[in-house]
């Protein structure tokens, strides 16, 4: 059903709000911080970034259990909590800094730029195929292979898998209203394949992820089988959508502000404070939370298992903590955004995403330093908690 009132029945996946949400979180910012739905069971949707901030570094009252809103609140083939099927963003305190800081090493400076020669390599080969057309769909024949080979590379698996990692992604991200059953019988194909992945990393053990899971210990004991799956199940959801969604709106952006794009073509020194621009204007990425127990919090009677829906996003666009909170200033010199989350949780992938998302724009402007989008109704916008372009038809130009 349509939503006729945001602040009662509020639905993110509503044409509406996948299509513009900005002026709905404007409106709602002002006449109630907190909506409500009844939707998925019933949810609370906070839009200022004190009350996302509040509830992010709140684990006493709100679970990670479960981070994906949907019908379905408890997941009955996960581990149960504290551990969750996905750690460690399903995991609560206390497990959740022991299964976070198993994978701090995969991902600190050093191992993420080793990667860099590879993307920016990978970036090229792409823009290769697409050689000279002037006229081309810039997400789907180049954004979208990106953080699959960024990702495969990390977790040690085969270049140009990306079909079966888009299909997992969908599944979990875009699926919501699919029952469980039916959607574990589809994920069958995905287990057998990371099955296959650690069994040939047992066999042949290396420097990535999935050797440093196989390898890892907790209390003298290695993981089990269902935690190195949902590890790995973790980085290739966290790790593709968000930044291809990041990285289109980032090239949609510049296709549709001329000003902007001349300005990072003539000045790449900019490229810092512009990624972190896009990073605030477009964040791609709403968590889910559940609540513990019943509860009064912002004037809100929360109960049990209610969703909270916790919009990084709307919190990036509050005129209370943003100057021209609406307003993309490519060269915005003070910019603490929340598009890689507060608190706990916050992005382990962040370091890798930047790089992917620089060395993406760096390579499309550098073949291309003029483009634009010539048919704006064919752009469409993906739905749910990870927000950005899928189809970004462009056109190249001369002038
Ligand atoms: C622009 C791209 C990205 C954005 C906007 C983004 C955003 C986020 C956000 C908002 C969270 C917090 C989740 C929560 O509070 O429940 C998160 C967590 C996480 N992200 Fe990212 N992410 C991005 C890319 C990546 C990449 C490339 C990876 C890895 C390959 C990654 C791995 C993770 C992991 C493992 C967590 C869970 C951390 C924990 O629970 O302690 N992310 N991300």
Known sequence: ?????????????????????????????????????????????????????????????????????????????????PIGGAPPITSDPPFHQIARRLLLPAFAPGPITRLEPYIRDFCRRQLDQIGNRRFFDAGGEYVQFIPPAA??????????????FHELVRLILDEIDMPI???????????????????????????????????AELNGQKLSLDHINGTMGLILVAGIDTTWSAITSALWHLATHPDDLARLVAEPGLMPLAIEEFLRFYAPVSMARLVRDDVTLFGCDMKKDDWILLGFPAAN????AFEQADNFIIDRAVNHHCAFGLGIHRCLGSNLARMELRIAIEEFIARYPRFEITEPELVTWSPGQVRGVRHLPVRVTTK
């Open 151 to 164: 990702v495969s590379k990390l977790l040690g698996f085969p270049e140009n898998d990306e079909k079966i």
């Open 317 to 320: 666009r509050d005129p209370l």
């Open 1 to 81: 059903m349509p939503v006729q009132d945001f602040t009662m029945d509020w639905d993110h996946t509503d044409p509406q709000w996948v299509n513009d949400p900005y002026p709905i979180w404007d409106d709602l910012r002002q006449r109630c911080p907190v909506a409500r739905t009844e939707r998925y069971g019933g949810g609370w949707f906070p839009t200022t970034h004190e009350i996302v901030s509040a509830i992010a570094n709140d684990t006493e009252h709100f679970s990670s259990s479960n981070v994906v809103l949907s019908p379905n609140k408890h997941q009955p083939y996960a581990p149960p909590a």
């Open 181 to 215: 059953e039916e959607r574990r019988d589809l994920l069958q194909p995905m287990r057998d394949y990371s099955n296959r992945q650690i069994e040939e990393h047992r066999l042949h053990p290396r420097d990535d992820l999935t050797s440093l899971l196989i390898e």
